[in-house]
Nanobody, 115 residues
Framework: QVQLVESGGGLVQPGGSLRLSCAAS????????MGWYRQAPGKQRELVAT???????NYVDSVKGRFTISRDNPENTVYLQMNNLKPEDTAVYYC?????????WGQGTQVTVSS
């Protein structure tokens, strides 16, 4: 069955870095647009970054220049490198896979930015 398993979240101080990973299985990873979304308490889930099957990337304005999304197709894994983290980046981060009518979600990983 389809699985998206996120890892790498945690507690970090402002200005610090984290690298999230999402290991995918159960579908043809290389065909899918992969993405990272986040949801802060009391807020709607929002797009953070996406990367297409051709490795074209897109970012929400608030993370441009700080976050980098990448993918490793042989390893069926997508990454989110997060640098210069801010308290407003605190949220549950979700991995997403999309391909035409198919849309899959991971269970999420908590990122907390606090001193």
């Amino acid at each position: 069955q389809v699985q998206l398993v996120e890892s790498g979240g945690g507690l970090v101080q402002p200005g610090g870095s984290l690298r999230l990973s999402c290991a995918a299985s159960g579908f043809t990873f290389s065909h899918y647009t992969m993405g990272w979304y986040r949801q802060a308490p009391g807020k709607q889930r929002e797009l953070v970054a996406t990367i297409t099957s051709g490795s074209v990337t897109n970012y929400v304005d608030s993370v441009k220049g700080r976050f980098t999304i990448s993918r490793d197709n042989p390893e069926n894994t997508v990454y989110l490198q997060m640098n210069n983290l801010k308290p407003e980046d605190t949220a549950v981060y979700y991995c997403n896979a999309q391909y035409f009518g198919f849309n899959y979600w991971g269970q999420g990983t908590q990122v907390t930015v606090s001193s």
